[in-house]
């Protein structure tokens, strides 16, 4: 089993380089574009670690912004949603960590 890779097989390429072209993709419409699933989740769990002052909450919520940011393909859009998910998030932080505490539950 031997491979020729002198001049019979390269003159029998069909391929032409020069008609190659360079990938291109369609342009898509901001409407178009898939949902961004970890913007949405950081919204949700920032406003339920605000509500709730569940530290965990708040954090998730970060960690969910800081991957929408990374993925982020709409600017005007996407820098919306996330900015508000990093207010909430920044802001269940701090009112759960420096704010008032909660009144613990007591046994009668």
């Known amino acids: 089993m031997s491979h020729s890779h002198g ?5 029998n390429d ?10 291109t993709p369609r342009p ?3 409407e178009d574009l898939p949902v961004d699933y970890s913007g949405f989740i950081a919204v949700i769990l920032g406003v339920s670690g605000v ?9 998730l919520a970060l960690i969910f912004c800081a991957q929408s940011l990374a993925n982020m393909r709409n600017l005007e859009t996407d820098l919306k949603q996330i ?3 990093m207010m ?3 802001m269940g ?4 960590y420096l704010g008032p ?3 613990a539950a007591t046994k009668k």
């Open 7 to 11: 001049n019979a097989s390269s003159a």
């Open 14 to 23: 069909p391929r032409q380089p020069s008609a190659a072209k360079p990938y």
């Open 28 to 30: 898509i419409a901001p």
């Open 51 to 59: 509500m709730f002052r569940y530290k965990i909450c708040s954090w």
């Open 83 to 85: 900015s508000m998910a």
């Open 88 to 90: 909430f998030a920044i």
């Open 93 to 96: 932080l701090v009112t759960n």
């Open 101 to 103: 505490n909660r009144p």
